[in-house]
């Protein structure tokens, strides 16, 4: 009998040993499935600057996959809805369809053409980046800026883009190729390795011209017990 007390009770050890842990143990399975699909935070200040200075959508979505610091690839659609109004996606292509899915969309931009010379853009995050909305920005025909804006102020001007360019499967491989270049030679302008389920934060400093840009501060954590930052009113 007691050789088959201590069988039983040996059985019992190593049973236990094989099972995982119960679901209402903090350590286990509830711990993993809050690491999981945790996007990275992108910094909005910079994709606004690319926007800015881009020459066309493949300049524009090299730009943003240099700021974005996650494993994914991210595409852009890019559609004149009129002669005055344009709209730029930022989007996760996960099924491959090479269309906007709700769910995958990163950022919308909308460009609008408001006068002789000028005109103002806003962007908007949608998702995990929903919080972020920028003030409207002012563009004008003096300013520096790449020609994908600068084309809609042209003498003559017509919507190039009334068939929206979309980022392809053979673009996407294309991008991910150039990013992984990018990353290598510049090693020291990412803050944390890139890893899209890490949970970790990036950003940068959310201003532009000493004027707040709203929401470029995504992610900035501060060290346990460090004092809060204190703002001073002018």
Not at 72 to 95: H, I, M, P, R, Y
Not at 103 to 113: G, Q
Request: aromatic share 8%; with cysteine; charged share 25%.
């Amino acid at each position: 009998m007691k050789k088959l007390a201590a069988l039983v009770a040996v059985s019992m050890i190593a049973l236990a040993g094989c099972q995982g842990p119960s679901e209402g143990d903090p350590r286990g399975n509830k711990r993993w499935a809050t690491t999981e699909n945790v996007n990275v935070p992108i910094d909005f200040d910079k994709v606004n600057k690319a926007y800015e200075q881009a020459e066309g959508p493949e300049d524009f979505e090299k730009r943003v996959n240099e700021i974005y610091e996650g494993d994914e690839v991210v595409s852009v659609a890019v559609q004149d809805l009129d002669d005055k109004t344009q709209v730029v996606t930022g989007f996760f292509d996960k099924n491959g369809s090479g269309t906007i899915d709700e769910p995958e969309k990163i950022f919308t931009i909308r460009r609008e053409v408001t006068g002789e010379g000028s005109g103002q853009y806003a962007t908007q995050g949608h998702g995990y980046y929903a919080s972020y909305h920028s003030p409207m920005m002012s563009i004008a025909s003096g300013m520096l800026m790449g020609a994908m804006l600068s084309h809609a102020f042209s003498p003559g001007y017509a919507p190039r883009y009334t068939q929206p360019y979309t980022t392809d499967q053979a673009r996407r491989g294309e991008l991910r190729s150039q990013r992984s270049q990018y990353r290598a030679q510049n090693p020291g302008k990412y803050s944390q390795p890139a890893k899209s389920k890490s949970g970790r934060s990036y950003g940068g400093s959310g201003r532009r011209g000493g004027a707040p840009r709203g929401g470029g501060r995504f992610g900035i954590r501060r060290a346990p017990g460090a004092p809060r930052p204190v703002r001073l009113s002018a």
